[in-house]
Every structure is written in C-alpha cells, then in structure tokens.
C-alpha cells in the first residue's frame, strides 16, 4: 500500500470545500482543514455542511488575513496537496465592502503561496479561480486563452489570485494551477446566491410559508453546473504531470428567469405569479453572460460534466422541499 495522502482544504466548511473533503476521503486521503476560529465555536451553524464526516478529517484554525497563522499550518502539515478555496465568494456582496474582498481573497492567496515557497514546496497548489474573471466578455465562449475584464472587487480579487499563481509557477517552479471555475450549484449552496434563493423561495411558496420571490435581473444568463463534478476537476488538475490552468463548465447557458421558470414548474406552479423585480438588486456592472468552453479539460484531464441543467434544478427543488417540510 503506497504512503496516505495529505490534502489540505482551505474553505473546507463551504459548498466546494464539502464535496471535495467527500471525494479525497473515498481516495484513502488525509482530510485538514483550514477553518476561522469562529467556526469552531459555533459547530451547528458553521460546520453544517462538514458535520457528517467530522470524525474523519482535522481541522485546524487559522485566517486568510494572518500569513503567521497560514505558515504555521502548512509548516506542520506538509500537505501534498492544497486545495485553496477560501474566500469572500459572493460577488454582490464585493461592491458593499471591496477592501476586505480584496483583502482576504488577495492576500490571503499570496500569503499560501509564499509559505508553500518557504515551508513546503513540494507542496501542489490548487486555486480557485472564477468566470467571473471574463466579466464582460471578449468572446462568445470562454477559454484559457480568453482576456479577462472584471466587473467587481470579486472578480479582480481572483484576476490578481490568478496571477499570483501563474507567477509562483514560473518564478519558483511550484506546482501551482488555477481551476476557471464556471457557476457550479447544489443543495449545499449559499442561500445568498440566486439558484438557491430561487429553490428554497420555490420550496417555501409550495409549502405555505412565502408569498413571493424578489429577483433583481433575470436576463443574467450563466453556465451552471453541479459542484460534486466540479470538485472532481480540482483534484484532476494536482494530478497531472504539469501545472497548468483549466477552464470548468458545462458549455450550455441559461438565464436566471429559465432556471425560475423550471423551479417553479417542478412544483406545479407558474412562476409569472410570484416573482417580483427589486431595483436594489442589481449590480453596480453585471456580468451579462458566462459560457465555458471547457475543450482543454475534456482533452487533457478527460473530465465532462455528470449533471445537466434540468438535473440540477430538480435535485435543488426536491432538497429544499424536504428541508423546509
Ligand atoms: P462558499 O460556499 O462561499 O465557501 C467559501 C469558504 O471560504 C467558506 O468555507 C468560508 O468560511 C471561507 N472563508 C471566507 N472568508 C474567509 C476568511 N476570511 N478566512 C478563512 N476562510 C474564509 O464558496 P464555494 O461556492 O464553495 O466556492 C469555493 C471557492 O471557489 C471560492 O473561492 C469561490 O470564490 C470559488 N468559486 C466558486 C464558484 C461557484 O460557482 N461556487 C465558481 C468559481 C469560483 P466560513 O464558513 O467561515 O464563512
Ligand atoms: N444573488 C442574486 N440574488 N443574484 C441575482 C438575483 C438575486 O436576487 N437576481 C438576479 N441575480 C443575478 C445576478 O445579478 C447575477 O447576474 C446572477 O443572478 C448570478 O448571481 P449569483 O448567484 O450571486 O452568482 P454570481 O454569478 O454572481 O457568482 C457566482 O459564480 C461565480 C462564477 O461565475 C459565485 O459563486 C462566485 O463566487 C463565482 O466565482
């Protein structure tokens, strides 16, 4: 039996970072996780998404603000693998407050990658990237070749992430990769983002307990997929024999209103009835339309997406509705 492999997750207790700590403990990995203080304190409503398998993975707290408290971690663990998903994820929220957005997402990247060079540079390096980096795109589908053009402190955060890690590559040969992540969802997403308000608002209409669902701009189309394949991806990239970046997605596009449409359709209802526009919900710049084109990954990692647009929505529905039953 060859020697157990070390996995360190950062944002272990978000949607990603669950399903991926799921997919290396079936592939026989030691399971660390990198969580903020708080988390520890409040286990039920921090921990919810983790809490299933607990007893199998190591926690340890630190902050992405705190490069002290990150090289101590990795100086201990000697992780093979990093997986470097931590962040401030939701890109509205990003216009609120851009300094800490970019503040956690910047640093936070750079100061992992700087300990990874002096503490453990055999360690590999996953990040986290985002198709939010395209914005407002320069093609009809996105590549790795595609320029980016940002439209929020979000998605600079993870243009400046981006580069910080091509740049460890080349200047000090760490195996280093970003994962252009297209919109991935599940029954484990934030209920700040919009596939998930839309399932659990479905959810709470059906069951009696809403009235209506207030969206702000329902012509924004995105490429969503589901983020159990997504996480598969990551875990790809580390294995190949050379760093390189990828581009994640499922290539198909939809807007906010079909996917509303649809939830509401799975519930027999009519979902003309019950949304509502809110003015206070658009962004100051929006990203229009995302679409992946994920060739590379198909070719070199051999990855395709599982679960398809219908799928998704169904599964996010049906979970809700247990959920709030
Ligand atoms: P998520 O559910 O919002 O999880 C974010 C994680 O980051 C949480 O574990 C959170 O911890 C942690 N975090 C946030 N601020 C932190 C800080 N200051 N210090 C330490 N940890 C902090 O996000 P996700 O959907 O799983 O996404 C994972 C990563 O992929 C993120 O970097 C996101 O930007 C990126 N991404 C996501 C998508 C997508 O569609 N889901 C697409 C492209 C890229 P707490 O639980 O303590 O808040
Ligand atoms: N959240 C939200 N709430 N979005 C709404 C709403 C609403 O009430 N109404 C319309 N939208 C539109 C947004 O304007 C946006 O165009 C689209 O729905 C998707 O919004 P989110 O679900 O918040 O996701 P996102 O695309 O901005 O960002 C997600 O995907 C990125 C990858 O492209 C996040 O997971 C990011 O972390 C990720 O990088």
């Known amino acids: 039996m060859g020697k157990i492999k070390k996995a360190l997750i950062t944002g272990i207790t978000g949607q990603d970072g669950s399903y991926l700590s799921e997919f290396l403990l079936k592939k026989n990995y030691q399971v660390y996780g990198l969580v903020r203080r708080v988390a520890l304190e409040d286990e039920s409503h921090r921990l919810w998404r983790i809490k299933h398998i607990l007893k199998k993975i190591k926690l340890n707290s630190a902050s992405l603000e705190s490069y002290a408290s990150i090289v101590k971690i ?29 503040n956690t997402n910047i640093n936070g990247t750079h100061y992992i990658l700087s300990a990874i060079k002096d503490f453990s540079p055999k360690s590999k390096f996953y990040f986290a990237g985002s198709s939010e980096m395209f914005g407002k795109v320069q093609k009809n589908k996105q590549d790795e070749k595609t320029r980016f053009y940002p439209r929020s402190a979000y998605g600079i955060s993870k243009v400046a992430g981006f580069e910080l890690t091509r740049n460890y590559r080349e200047a000090y040969k760490i195996f280093a990769c970003t994962g252009i992540l297209f919109n991935h969802e599940s029954p484990r997403r934030g209920f700040e983002f919009v596939t998930r308000k839309i ?12 009235k ?95 679960t398809n647009f219908t799928q998704l929505v169904k599964e996010m529905v049906k979970e ?5 039953k």
């Open 74 to 102: 990795i100086q201990k663990i000697k992780p093979d693998e990093i997986y470097h998903l931590g962040a401030q994820s939701y890109v509205a929220y990003s216009f609120e407050d851009e300094f800490s957005t970019l």
């Open 199 to 210: 399932s659990s608002s479905v959810a709470k209409i059906k069951l009696g307990k809403q």
């Open 212 to 306: 209506t669902l207030q969206l702000g701009n329902i012509y924004a189309k995105r490429d969503w997929g589901h983020a159990k394949d997504y996480v598969e991806a990551m875990w790809l990239m580390l294995q190949q024999k050379k760093p390189e970046d990828f581009v994640i997605g499922t290539g198909k596009m939809h807007s906010v209103k079909d996917f509303a449409k649809l939830a509401f359709s799975i519930v027999g209802l009519n979902y003309k009835k019950y949304i509502r526009f809110n003015k206070n919900l658009l962004r100051p710049s929006e990203v229009d339309t995302l679409k992946a084109n994920y060739n590379k990954a198909k070719k070199n990692l051999k990855w395709k997406p599982k």
């Open 320 to 324: 809700d509705l247990n959920f709030f």
